[in-house]
């Protein structure tokens, strides 16, 4: 049974900072590409980053560029979203996926194209 378990959310005041972790279980983690994706309340989920199974390519929305970092740990078949200078609009509910991908260097910002989704980690941000 595949689950990803997404932890490390909370409350933080504005430009504060965030690790998000992704712990992977029941699957091959190093063939699978990863993402994460943002729900704000009333509002559609959104692509934030997503890196390459190999952990060689990232990319990521432009409203977080310079202030989120996706990456990966394939020996704890975790991924990782780093996040800094929060502001009150990263306010959300922080979703991991995985999708399984032949090749090593694939990313994905579509959120139909993964195949296994975590719950979600509640993301706070305080003005």
């Known amino acids: 049974q595949v689950q990803l378990v997404e932890s490390g959310g909370g409350l933080v005041q504005a430009g504060g900072s965030l690790r998000l972790s992704c712990a992977a279980s029941g699957l091959t983690f190093s063939t699978y590409a990863s993402g994460w994706f943002r729900q704000a309340p009333g509002k559609e989920r959104e692509p934030v980053a997503a890196i390459s199974r190999s952990g060689g390519s990232t990319v990521y929305a432009d409203s977080v560029k310079g202030r989120f970092t996706i990456s990966r740990d394939n020996t704890k078949n975790t991924a990782y979203l780093q996040i800094h200078s929060l502001k009150p609009e990263d306010t959300a509910v922080y979703y991991c996926?995985?999708?399984?991908?032949?090749?090593?260097?694939?990313?994905?910002?579509?959120?139909?194209?993964?195949?296994?989704w975590g719950q979600g980690t509640q993301v706070t941000v305080s003005a």
């Open positions: 996926a995985a999708k399984r991908a032949l090749g090593t260097s694939g990313y994905y910002m579509r959120g139909q194209d993964y195949d296994y």
